[in-house]
């Protein structure tokens, strides 16, 4: 997967939130700031954000 610029990357609609650890995927445009993943027990800081395009293509 090629990384998108920042200033490109929010211009996108957020639609979930993967985490690195264990591809849990929190549906939804906000991850809470005390969100922890319920498979593998990381925080916010762990989850990368899914673009509606990335789903697109």
């Known amino acids: ?3 998108k610029e920042k200033n490109k990357a929010s211009s996108q609609h957020i639609i979930g939130w993967k985490c690195r650890r264990c591809g849990y995927v929190h549906i939804g445009e906000i991850l809470p700031n005390n969100f922890i993943c319920p498979l593998c027990g990381r925080g916010k800081d762990d989850f990368d954000p899914i673009f509606k ?3 697109e293509n």
């Open 1 to 3: 997967m090629v990384l």
């Open 53 to 55: 395009e990335e789903i």
